[in-house]
């Protein structure tokens, strides 16, 4: 009975159900007595285990609302949401601290978020690993591995306040990693740096993916980071619009827009404005795609005008 139960279950997951991140239909809405905000309004994701992703998009967009949800820290109002086999709407409370504990890591924007001024590096990144029961030994030996594998073995005895930005958020790359998550969350860790110093903390970022083995996705406004990941997800009005695939060099960057499980796409800006597209559009069936057009032109079909 158990096997034709997990088949039965097996045969009602989609494709899409194969990820390491799946967000279906996500809904998160914000009320208070004088006004709702719809953060999320029906977002699809689906990210595989091992990639390095962007998600960007304007402020209010939704991007930091979503890592909040991944990271256990937020519930959405409705939808599904999945991390690495957690069912994060149905987790009790001392599931989603084993899940923020195990499971996930997360990297703030705010430098002075992400570390505890009166620990040493070391000491720092040695901590979330005791909350894991880590025996101390490997504790330290696990702490001192990931300060050299990020680059930044020589703070291994300085407090924050003697790190420079850059420093400190790599240091807080290796306190995420800590406890080998799945996934790495990272809400615009470059935000407060120079160039050179976000180039030195996306390249800690790639160094936990390629050689730590995290899946990372990283919230960020800057075009040099977005533009060194395979893919980019743009993110508007609460849900997924666009996705930018490069080859494994960053060349031949191609644009999609994302058609959600709703059947439903959201058209670029710029698309829109050329085209004049307003409240009502019209499809037309071709051989081998769809036309959209203004509501005020007819189209030419096979058998002469389009009707209305």
Known sequence: MRKLEERARDALRTPADDGLVVCDNLVRVYRTDEVEVQALQGLDLVVEE???????????SGKSTLLSILSGLDLPTAGRALVAGHDLLAMRRRERLGYRRRTVGFVWQQTGRNLLPYLTALENVALPMKYTRVPHRKRSARAAELLDVLGVAYCRDRRPAELSGGEQQRVAVAVATANAPRVLLADEPTGELDTASGEEVFAALRRANEELGATVLV????????????????IRDGRTSTETLRGPDGAGAEEFTVLDRAGRLQLPRDYVDRYGLRGRVRLTAEPDHVGIWPDGDRPAGPDGPAGP
């Open 50 to 60: 091992g990639e390095c992703m962007a998600l960007v998009g304007a402020s209010g």
């Open 219 to 234: 919230v960020t406004h800057d075009p040099l980071v977005s533009g060194q990941v395979r893919r980019t997800v743009r």
